[in-house]
């Protein structure tokens, strides 16, 4: 075990990497908005938080777009005659598109003050949204010969992700408003839990899944991608805000403001340690 044959390259860039990022934020930021009209708390935060995820949504386009051998076949998806609907990629496409419908329709709605066709927009807006990290994590999940993508894990771990990516950002966005602060403190320190909970549970079932596995839990928690997944994604992204929320000072704006920050440092640690570490493995061997 452990000869080396010959060198691949990784199908998946780090690109894809900062589009998890951005558009788990994104997708989060939209729900945050939705809120606001069926939660007081989160009023403050409706248009704000609409503006930054869709942003982040045609950054995210964007970075797809151009990621593309030809960036024009993107037009592809429009077009029913090119769609494969066997494919989990043509899935992905209607929903990105449909959520970016969507959320074009909401903007001119709130513009307009329609209160009851933007409650409904919010609606389907949400669960489009909970739909792209939980494709993300979806399209990783099926592929067998990747032993840390190839996991249940993956879906729900990527809605955790990207809810409390959101909510750091919608923290910053909150400013001194204090009971929303306080929603979304807890936001933070739950979802942040429950990432770390399938962390642990990520790497127990690697490093014990037989060969593939044991490699790909070597090469993930030694050397400079080690000191990304667990020194920056693990450690001080996602166990030091938890210990800093818990705190008295994380209770305070400052000490929230710093935990999100690290957060959204975590997050993408994590993100990048996860679509390197799932192909890691390949390159070498």
């Given at each position: 075990?452990?000869?080396?044959?010959?060198?691949?390259?990784?199908?998946?860039?780090?690109?894809?990497?900062?589009?998890?990022?951005?558009?788990?934020?994104?997708?989060?930021?939209?729900?945050?908005?939705?809120?606001?009209?069926?939660?007081?708390?989160?009023?403050?935060?409706?248009?704000?938080?609409?503006?930054?995820?869709?942003?982040?949504?045609?950054?995210?386009?964007?970075?797809?777009?151009?990621?593309?051998?030809?960036?024009?076949?993107?037009?592809?998806?429009?077009?029913?005659?090119?769609?494969?609907?066997?494919?989990?990629?043509?899935?992905?496409?209607?929903?990105?598109?449909?959520?970016?419908?969507?959320?074009?329709?909401?903007?001119?709605?709130?513009?307009?003050?329609?209160?009851?066709?933007?409650?409904?927009?919010?609606?389907?807006?949400?669960?489009?949204?909970?739909?792209?990290?939980?494709?993300?994590?979806?399209?990783?999940?099926?592929?067998?010969?990747?032993?840390?993508?190839?996991t249940p894990l993956m879906p729900v771990l990527f809605?955790?992700?990207?809810?409390?990516?959101?909510?750091?950002?919608?923290?910053?966005?909150?400013?001194?408003?204090?009971?929303?602060?306080?929603?979304?403190?807890?936001?933070?320190?739950?979802?942040?839990?429950?990432?770390?909970?399938?962390?642990?549970?990520?790497?127990?079932?690697?490093?014990?899944?037989?060969?593939?596995?044991?490699?790909?839990?070597?090469?993930?928690?030694?050397?400079?991608?080690?000191?990304?997944?667990?020194?920056?994604?693990?450690?001080?992204?996602?166990?030091?805000?938890?210990?800093?929320?818990?705190?008295?000072?994380?209770?305070?704006?400052?000490?929230?403001?710093?935990?999100?920050?690290?957060?959204?440092?975590?997050?993408?640690?994590?993100?990048?340690?996860?679509?390197?570490?799932?192909?890691?493995?390949?390159?070498?061997?």
């Amino acid at each position: 075990m452990g000869d080396f044959n010959i060198f691949h390259h990784m199908p998946w860039s780090s690109t894809y990497s900062i589009y998890f990022f951005t558009i788990g934020i994104s997708a989060a930021l939209f729900f945050f908005s939705a809120l606001s009209w069926f939660w007081e708390e989160f009023r403050s935060l409706r248009h704000s938080a609409f503006y930054v995820s869709f942003v982040l949504l045609a950054i995210s386009g964007a970075l797809l777009i151009g990621d593309l051998s030809q960036p024009l076949r993107f037009l592809n998806i429009m077009n029913p005659a090119y769609l494969n609907f066997t494919s989990p990629l043509a899935w992905g496409g209607l929903n990105l598109m449909s959520f970016g419908a969507v959320s074009v329709a909401y903007f001119f709605m709130m513009r307009k003050n329609d209160e009851a066709i933007s409650r409904k927009l919010a609606v389907v807006g949400s669960l489009l949204a909970l739909g792209l990290p939980i494709y993300t994590g979806f399209d990783l999940t099926v592929h067998q010969n990747r032993p840390v993508w190839n996991t249940p894990l993956m879906p729900v771990l990527f809605v955790a992700l990207s809810l409390v990516s959101g909510a750091a950002v919608a923290s910053f966005l909150a400013g001194g408003t204090e009971k929303l602060q306080v929603m979304l403190r807890r936001f933070m320190l739950w979802t942040a839990g429950a990432v770390g909970a399938m962390l642990v549970s990520l790497l127990g079932t690697t490093a014990y899944g037989g060969v593939g596995p044991e490699l790909t839990f070597m090469f993930m928690t030694s050397g400079t991608l080690g000191t990304i997944f667990i020194g920056i994604g693990i450690l001080l992204g996602t166990a030091a805000p938890i210990a800093l929320l818990l705190a008295p000072f994380g209770k305070q704006q400052q000490g929230m403001m710093i935990a999100a920050a690290l957060l959204l440092v975590g997050g993408m640690a994590l993100r990048y340690s996860i679509l390197v570490g799932g192909q890691i493995v390949q390159i070498y061997f």
